[in-house]
């Protein structure tokens, strides 16, 4: 399998200012060093090849002998593989035995208190309950037939459809089919769309979910790096006409887990890559609802000429219930027909139930997920006040959407992060979880779906678990809610 190549002005980009890494030492341990960062914060993806020293060097301005010793000092650290005559290769150092052991615990000490594995609110009750109670009228007419129907009741098609028309992008019910949630939907196109081994083309970060569902088709992702404030379309199109991917999967709005919502004029760029290089592309808008101050704009589909590539993925999971489990495909009616066609061998349909509620939940959608944006507004300041306080030194990232924050912790300690959390019973996914490769040490994600309560307790054991592992003074100790 063909490994990417790094154009040498794309990784000088990605390297910024790396000279004031080395004030205290020479040129060449600066730059290694700043590779390395790179490498370990998944910026340059392991498996990838690096550009030549003369061309990197000419790249930077500096002398080749000074690429040359920092390749060396990255080969002998573990952080570059290379044969004679091929240009070097990322990689990461093997985790010493007792290091891994010492991540992954098999047996925690305490039981979860608090979890911040999921990126969901709880239920806006009395909507729901309401919702279910007309759901149980609307059924007596489906109850005299199967129950069986792999493309989902007119109602919740109708409905879906017409939200893609007003956010600007015509919709008609057939291009709908029903799913069991995104994470189903994800699965289905999968299943349809690649072979074991295929390319999937993510961004890095991403959705965990996804990255789980592409492992389970046994197909491999190959991972596009966001830069500190959203996309890298450059980088994006050189790996998409390197690597040929036999699908991509990104999160534009809202994105799961930076925060970050692509602008319009992006989308209309990213359209143009789709169409240009004819890529099938999965765009997940599972937490489209889930903005602060202003909606995303047009769905991406939108923008594209070739929208028989465009899948779009949507759910109720996160706008209202996890517990609801219904999502949507987007698609083409031939498309559509290509899933429907495999789905028989997953499942034979969604719950009728759970649809209808559904359609009812979006006739009501403009003032519940009103009142549930106010709530993550309450909550996501909230929580930035609390690690302000409690941990100064770490960086949530400037995403200003969504359900979490991407945090930068202070060193790349991730995973010493997460199992010192489990053992004092806070749930806590570390970095690499949402990347590929075991990259993104430096990063955690924090959802600030939770109750204040809950949030102040979970930054409370937070701070604890990281004054555990990194010898700090812990802050002044607070009440720990159980």
Not at 97 to 114: I, K, L, S, W, Y
Not at 374 to 388: F, I, N
Not at 393 to 421: C, E, F, R, Y
Not at 449 to 457: N, S
Request: glycine share 8%.
């Amino acid at each position: 399998m063909a490994a990417r190549s790094l154009d040498e002005d794309l990784l000088a980009r990605e390297l910024g200012n790396w000279r004031t890494s080395s004030a205290s030492g020479p040129a060449y341990s600066g730059l290694a060093d700043a590779i390395r960062l790179l490498i370990v914060d998944g910026r340059v993806p392991v498996g990838s090849r690096l550009p030549s020293e003369r061309a990197l060097a000419d790249a930077l301005r500096v002398s080749r002998t000074t690429v040359t010793a920092a390749f060396t000092q990255l080969r002998e650290d573990g952080y570059l593989l290379a044969r004679r005559g091929a240009r070097s290769i990322a990689a990461l150092p093997p985790r010493p035995m007792n290091e891994a052991r010492q991540a992954r615990p098999t047996e925690p000490t305490a039981g979860v208190n608090v979890s911040l594995a999921a990126a969901a609110m709880s239920a806006p009750s009395g909507a729901v309950l309401e919702a279910f109670a007309a759901a149980t009228r609307d059924i007596t007419p489906y109850l005299g037939e199967t129950g069986l129907d792999p493309t989902g009741v007119c109602a919740l098609r109708t409905a879906v459809a017409q939200r893609y028309c007003e956010r600007g992008l015509p919709t008609d019910p057939g291009q709908i089919m029903i799913t069991s949630g995104a994470q189903h939907a994800i699965g289905l196109i999968l299943a349809a769309f690649t072979e074991p081994g295929d390319r999937v083309l993510v961004e890095q970060p991403t959705y965990h979910g996804a990255l789980s569902a592409i492992s389970t088709a046994r197909a491999r992702a190959v991972p596009v790096s966001l830069a500190d404030d959203g996309w890298e379309l450059d980088a994006m199109h050189a790996a998409i006409r390197q690597l040929a991917p036999s699908l991509a999967y990104l999160i534009p709005d809202n994105h799961n887990p930076t925060g970050f919502t692509m602008p319009a004029d992006e989308r209309i760029r990213l359209g143009h890559i789709i169409s240009d290089t004819r890529t099938r592309t999965v765009i997940d808008e599972s937490i489209m609802d889930m903005w602060m101050d202003e909606a995303p704009p047009a769905p991406l589909a939108a923008t594209v000429a070739r929208r028989d590539l465009v899948l779009t993925v949507g759910s109720m999971s996160k706008s209202f219930w996890g517990g609801l489990r219904v999502g949507w495909i987007r698609a083409e009616r031939h498309t559509l027909a290509t899933i429907a066609a495999i789905r028989p061998s997953v499942d034979l349909g969604t719950p009728i139930l759970e649809q209808l509620t559904a359609a009812r939940l979006l006739e009501q959608r403009d003032e519940v997920l009103a009142e549930r944006r106010g709530l993550l507004r309450t909550r996501r300041a909230y929580l930035l006040d609390l690690l302000a306080r409690r941990l100064p030194d770490w960086q949530p990232g400037p995403g200003p959407n969504g359900i979490s924050l991407w945090v930068k912790l202070p060193a790349p300690m991730s995973t010493a992060l997460s199992a010192s959390a489990s053992r004092l019973g806070l749930d806590l996914p570390a970095g690499p979880r949402f990347g590929v490769d075991g990259t993104l040490e430096r990063f955690v994600r924090v959802p600030y779906a939770l109750p204040e309560a809950a949030l102040e307790e979970a930054v409370d054991l937070m701070a604890r678990a990281w004054g555990s592992i990194t010898g700090a003074v812990e802050p002044e100790s607070h009440a720990v809610v159980v």
